[in-house]
C-alpha cells in the first residue's frame, strides 16, 4: 500500500450514497431545464420534507404547530416571489414575519423558541435564492448557473468522502463531527475546484475564475456541513432522517446546498459577479 493511504474497509454506503446521489441529481438537473413549475414545485416539496426533520429535530418529538407555522410562512413567501418575481422585498418580509410568527407559537409551547424560528431563515432564504438564481441571474443563463453550482457541492463531497476515506489524518472538528478530515476539507476543495473550472471551460468561460469559484464555494459547502453536524451534535442525533439510504435525512443530503445557495445569491444578484465568467457572450 502507497505510504500516507490506509486500508478501506468496504461499506455498503458505497453503493447505496452513489446511486441516490445520481438518482437526486437526475431530478433536479430536470427540473432545472424543464422550466416553470417543475423547479417552483421541487423546491417546495424539497422545503416541506426538511421543514419536517428540522422541527422535529429541535423539538424532540414535538413540533407539529411549530411545523404547521413553518410551512405555511416558507410557502407563503416563496408564492410570493412567483407570483410577484420583480417584488424581492415582500418575500424577505414574510420570512422575517413568519420567523416571528414560529417563534412565538414555540415560546407559547415552551420548545426551544430560538431553534424553531432559525429554521424559517435558514430554509426560506435557499429557498428564494435557488428560484432567484435561475430567473434573475444579471448576464441570464441561470440553468447553467444553478448547474455549476450543484456540480461544485457534489464535487465537495465526493471528494472530501474519497480523500478522507482513503487518506485520513487529522479531524477537521472532531467535536462537531469526528468523521470528517482534513484531507476530506482539502479534498473536496480540490475536486470542486477543477470540476468547476472544466464546466466553465466547456460552457466558454474563464476556467481558471471556475477554478476560484468552485475552491471557495466548497469551503462554504463545507461550512454548511458543519453547520448541520453542530445542530445534530446540539440535540444529540445521528442523522437528520432516514428518507434517502446511504445519505440519511434530507437534511444531511442538502445543508451543504442550502449554505452555498445563499452564498452564491449574495456574489451573483448584490455583488453583480458572472458566475460563468463570460460565457455565452
Given at each position: 500500500?502507497?505510504?500516507?493511504?490506509?486500508?478501506?474497509?468496504?461499506?455498503?454506503?458505497?453503493i447505496?450514497?452513489?446511486?441516490?446521489?445520481?438518482?437526486?441529481?437526475?431530478?433536479?438537473?430536470?427540473?432545472?431545464?424543464?422550466?416553470?413549475?417543475?423547479?417552483?414545485?421541487?423546491?417546495?416539496?424539497?422545503?416541506?420534507?426538511?421543514?419536517?426533520?428540522?422541527?422535529r429535530?429541535?423539538?424532540?418529538?414535538?413540533?407539529?404547530?411549530?411545523?404547521?407555522?413553518?410551512?405555511?410562512?416558507?410557502?407563503?413567501?416563496?408564492?410570493a416571489?412567483?407570483?410577484?418575481?420583480?417584488?424581492?422585498?415582500?418575500?424577505?418580509?414574510?420570512?422575517?414575519?413568519?420567523?416571528a410568527?414560529?417563534?412565538?407559537?414555540?415560546?407559547?409551547?415552551?420548545?426551544?423558541?430560538?431553534?424553531?424560528?432559525?429554521?424559517?431563515?435558514?430554509?426560506?432564504?435557499?429557498a428564494?435564492?435557488?428560484?432567484?438564481?435561475?430567473?434573475?441571474?444579471?448576464?441570464?443563463?441561470g440553468?447553467?448557473?444553478?448547474?455549476?453550482?450543484?456540480?461544485?457541492?457534489?464535487a465537495?463531497?465526493?471528494?472530501?468522502?474519497?480523500?478522507?476515506?482513503?487518506?485520513?489524518?487529522?479531524?477537521?472538528?472532531?467535536?462537531?463531527?469526528?468523521?470528517?478530515?482534513?484531507?476530506?476539507f482539502?479534498?473536496?476543495?480540490?475536486?470542486?475546484?477543477?470540476?468547476?473550472?472544466?464546466?466553465v471551460?466547456?460552457?466558454?468561460?474563464?476556467?481558471?475564475?471556475?477554478?476560484?469559484l468552485?475552491?471557495?464555494?466548497?469551503?462554504?459547502?463545507?461550512?454548511?456541513?458543519?453547520?448541520?453536524?453542530?445542530?445534530?451534535?446540539?440535540?444529540?442525533?445521528?442523522?437528520?432522517?432516514?428518507?434517502?439510504?446511504?445519505?440519511?435525512?434530507?437534511?444531511?443530503?442538502?445543508?451543504?446546498?442550502?449554505?452555498?445557495?445563499?452564498?452564491?445569491?449574495?456574489?451573483?444578484?448584490?455583488?453583480?459577479?458572472?458566475?460563468?465568467?463570460?460565457?455565452?457572450?
Open positions: 500500500m502507497a505510504p500516507g493511504l490506509k486500508a478501506v474497509k468496504f461499506s455498503r454506503d458505497w447505496t450514497r452513489p446511486f441516490f446521489a445520481v438518482v437526486l441529481a437526475a431530478a433536479v438537473i430536470f427540473a432545472i431545464f424543464k422550466g416553470k413549475p417543475y423547479l417552483e414545485i421541487a423546491v417546495a416539496v424539497a422545503v416541506l420534507l426538511a421543514a419536517r426533520e428540522w422541527h429535530l429541535v423539538g424532540k418529538g414535538r413540533y407539529g404547530a411549530e411545523l404547521f407555522a413553518s410551512v405555511v410562512v416558507l410557502w407563503t413567501s416563496l408564492g416571489f412567483i407570483v410577484w418575481p420583480h417584488d424581492h422585498l415582500l418575500p424577505l418580509l414574510l420570512l422575517v414575519a413568519g420567523t410568527l414560529v417563534f412565538t407559537v414555540a415560546l407559547l409551547r415552551r420548545n426551544n423558541p430560538v431553534w424553531q424560528a432559525a429554521g424559517v431563515a435558514y430554509l426560506g432564504l435557499p428564494l435564492a435557488v428560484i432567484a438564481l435561475r430567473d434573475f441571474v444579471p448576464h441570464g443563463h440553468e447553467w448557473v444553478l448547474i455549476g453550482l450543484f456540480l461544485i457541492v457534489w465537495t463531497d465526493t471528494g472530501a468522502l474519497f480523500a478522507g476515506n482513503l487518506i485520513g489524518g487529522p479531524r477537521l472538528a472532531p467535536v462537531l463531527s469526528p468523521n470528517k478530515t482534513w484531507a476530506g482539502i479534498g473536496g476543495m480540490v475536486s470542486a475546484a477543477v470540476i468547476e473550472a472544466i464546466f471551460l466547456i460552457l466558454g468561460g474563464h476556467a481558471v475564475m471556475g477554478a476560484v468552485g475552491g471557495g464555494m466548497a469551503v462554504i459547502a463545507h461550512l454548511g456541513d458543519l453547520f448541520e453536524s453542530w445542530a445534530k451534535r446540539c440535540f444529540h442525533v445521528k442523522d437528520s432522517g432516514s428518507m434517502i439510504p446511504g445519505h440519511g435525512g434530507v437534511l444531511d443530503r442538502i445543508d451543504s446546498t442550502l449554505a452555498t445557495l445563499v452564498a452564491l445569491a449574495v456574489l451573483v444578484l448584490v455583488l453583480k459577479l458572472d458566475p460563468l465568467f463570460g460565457a455565452f457572450s
